[in-house]
Each structure stands twice: as C-alpha cells, then as structure tokens.
C-alpha cells in the first residue's frame, strides 16, 4: 500500500475528520498530504477541503478529505458538510480528556447528518506528548469496542501511523463498498432482475457516479495554508 499520483481512479471517498478544537485534525491531514505540520494553532473556519489520491492492495481510491472546523461556534453550520460520507476519523487530543469524552456528540453528529453505516478509525492523537497523556487506555478499549471501530494512536508532529489511519480507513472504506456491490449482483442473479451484471461491471458503473460527485466536491476544494 501507498500513496500515488497516477490517472487511473477505481473509488472516490468522501472523508470527514472530526473532533473537537484544537485535537490536530487539519495537522493530520497536513502531514499526510503533505508531509509537514504548521506549529502555530489557526484554527479552521467552517470546512477545508483536500484531495490525496492512495493505492491500497491493486486499487486507487482518491479521497476527499473534509477538514470539519471543531470549535463550538461553528456547529450551527457544520450539519451541511455530512453529505456523502464514505467514512470518518473521530480524532481526539490524548492530552486532554475532554476531547475523548466529547466524540459521543461527534458521532451523534455523523449518525444524524451524516451516515450511521460509515467506517470509523478512531485517533489519539499526539502520542508524541507522552508525559502530558490523559486518557486511559482502558476507557478508549471500552470505547472502541462500543462503537466497533479501530483505534490508532497518531502523532501528526512526528508522523507516527498518520499514513496508517487513512490507509486503514481507506480499506475499510473499498471493503463496505465492494461488499454492497456483491450484493446487488447476488441480489440480481437471485431475483427476476437478473442482468448480466458482474462485480467488475458494477464497480466500474459506480466508480462513474462517484467520479462524478467528486468533480463537484474538488472544485470548492481549497488547499489550505
Ligand atoms: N505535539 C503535538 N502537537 C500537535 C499534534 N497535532 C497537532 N498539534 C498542534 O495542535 C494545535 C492544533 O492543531 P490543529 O491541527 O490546528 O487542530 P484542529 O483539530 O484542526 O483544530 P480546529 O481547526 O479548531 O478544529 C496546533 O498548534 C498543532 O501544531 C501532535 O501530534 N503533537
Ligand atoms: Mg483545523
């Protein structure tokens, strides 16, 4: 697996980061884009928008990385960039126990605006602020297996396992969507609408739809600065 900048696109993916101020989800998405973080705390106004295309396995997936403002004062307009969700990282702060507690309400947000069916990852972030640590690794087990999602622990400043959290959600993303798709062809061959449909056939179909939504989502993207 790894990133890649070649034409041939088999999945496009919208994905959300979300988390409370300050957790570091535009200084994740900053390091995997682009290999460095900013040091200084802007935080982000409304939603930026980021596109990094990665292969996993013998597939490419370009993603459409939405960077959800945190702060609480943007909540009001948050509900309108659920939309299309392929999946979400639910990112929360290591060093502050709050961020943690309050993913309840982040995920309240994904199931009601967004798609309660979407693959998570969830991230600790800032691993590297070993000595500053808050939150017990019991409570994010508990947490994990609550929600059925997997936990990995980042650190944007560093580096460590910012390539992993996407990659792994990206396959978790292509399996759902492959998945769904066996089962359309199964359902067809089943029943009285039977086609001549194949997996390949009906990947290549919604590879199509999806190109086309992303088109849209990749012309208000900005990179950010
Ligand atoms: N030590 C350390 N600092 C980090 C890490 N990730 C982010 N930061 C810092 O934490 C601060 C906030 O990071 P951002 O990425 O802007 O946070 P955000 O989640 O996008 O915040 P909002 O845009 O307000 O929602 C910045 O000063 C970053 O440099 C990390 O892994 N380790
Ligand atoms: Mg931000």
């Not at 297996?145 to 990995?152: N, R």
């Not at 449909?197 to 950010?224: I, P």
């Given at each position: 697996m790894s990133t890649t900048g070649t034409a041939e696109t088999h999945f496009v993916f919208k994905v959300l980061l979300l988390g409370?101020?300050?957790?570091?989800?535009?200084?994740?998405?900053?390091?995997f884009t682009k290999g460095f973080i900013k040091q200084d705390y802007k935080m982000t106004i409304g939603v930026d928008i980021m596109a990094k295309?990665?292969?996993?396995d013998d597939k490419i997936a370009k993603l459409s990385i939405w960077d959800?403002?945190?702060?609480?004062?943007?909540?009001?307009?948050?509900?309108?960039?659920?939309?299309g969700v392929a999946g979400a990282m639910l990112v929360f702060d290591l060093t502050r126990a709050l961020t943690f507690k309050?993913?309840?309400?982040?995920?309240q947000e994904l199931y009601q605006f967004g798609n309660p069916e979407c693959p998570t990852v969830l991230i600790g972030n800032k691993s590297d602020l070993v000595?500053?640590?808050?939150?017990?690794?019991?409570?994010?087990?508990?947490?994990?297996?609550?929600?059925?999602?997997e936990y990995i622990q980042t650190s944007a400043k560093t580096g460590e396992n910012v390539e992993k959290?996407?990659?792994?959600?990206?396959?978790?993303?292509?399996?759902?969507?492959?998945?769904k798709q066996i089962r359309i062809?199964?359902?067809?061959?089943?029943?009285?609408?039977?086609?001549?449909?194949?997996?390949?056939?009906?990947?290549?179909?919604?590879?199509t739809t999806q190109s086309a939504s992303e088109s849209t989502n990749t012309l208000n993207s900005d990179s950010q600065e």
């Amino acid at each position: 697996m790894s990133t890649t900048g070649t034409a041939e696109t088999h999945f496009v993916f919208k994905v959300l980061l979300l988390g409370d101020g300050a957790v570091g989800k535009t200084s994740l998405i900053s390091m995997f884009t682009k290999g460095f973080i900013k040091q200084d705390y802007k935080m982000t106004i409304g939603v930026d928008i980021m596109a990094k295309t990665v292969k996993v396995d013998d597939k490419i997936a370009k993603l459409s990385i939405w960077d959800l403002a945190g702060q609480q004062r943007f909540k009001s307009i948050r509900s309108a960039f659920y939309g299309g969700v392929a999946g979400a990282m639910l990112v929360f702060d290591l060093t502050r126990a709050l961020t943690f507690k309050n993913l309840v309400n982040w995920l309240q947000e994904l199931y009601q605006f967004g798609n309660p069916e979407c693959p998570t990852v969830l991230i600790g972030n800032k691993s590297d602020l070993v000595e500053l640590r808050d939150v017990r690794q019991e409570d994010i087990d508990w947490f994990v297996s609550e929600i059925g999602s997997e936990y990995i622990q980042t650190s944007a400043k560093t580096g460590e396992n910012v390539e992993k959290a996407f990659i792994s959600l990206t396959k978790k993303m292509i399996e759902k969507s492959m998945g769904k798709q066996i089962r359309i062809v199964k359902s067809q061959a089943e029943g009285k609408y039977y086609t001549s449909l194949t997996a390949e056939n009906v990947n290549s179909k919604s590879t199509t739809t999806q190109s086309a939504s992303e088109s849209t989502n990749t012309l208000n993207s900005d990179s950010q600065e």
